[in-house]
């Protein structure tokens, strides 16, 4: 499983967050998404008129532990993940063959937790929509 992130204004590539494949290790992956209904009382009405909006919002926290080559690389990684805190990005989720995308996606926090050559990395975003189209 891999999790990468692009920044919206920058025209570059994905670039990982998070990378199974190279030990690193996936400890929560929480999300919950809520979509807007507009509801109303209708006049003389036996029940209440209900229309979805859209209108989507999603939060997603993650926390993984990734090790690296020496405690200075470590901390450096630090440094990195913060720099996405208040960043717009897009969120591109891969497990196998399914491939979801978080749009939109805003960190709201960071947390780390350092021991010598490895770091617990967690971050959690505010976003759009899961979905499977890449977005643009």
Partial sequence: ???????????????????ESKGDTLEADRGSFKGLVQKES?????SQFRA?????SGSLALRW??????SATARNSIATMNMLKLSLLHLKIVDGSVTLYAP???????EYDHQGRGVTHSLTFECDDLTTTQPV
């Fill in 52 to 56: 979805p909006r859209g209108n989507v």
């Fill in 65 to 70: 532990t990734s090790t690296y080559a020496d």
């Fill in 1 to 19: 499983m891999q999790i990468l992130y692009k920044i919206v204004s920058d025209s570059s590539g994905y670039v990982s967050l998070f990378d």
């Fill in 104 to 110: 939109n996606a805003i960190s709201e926090s960071y």
């Fill in 42 to 46: 209708l006049a003389f009405g036996a």
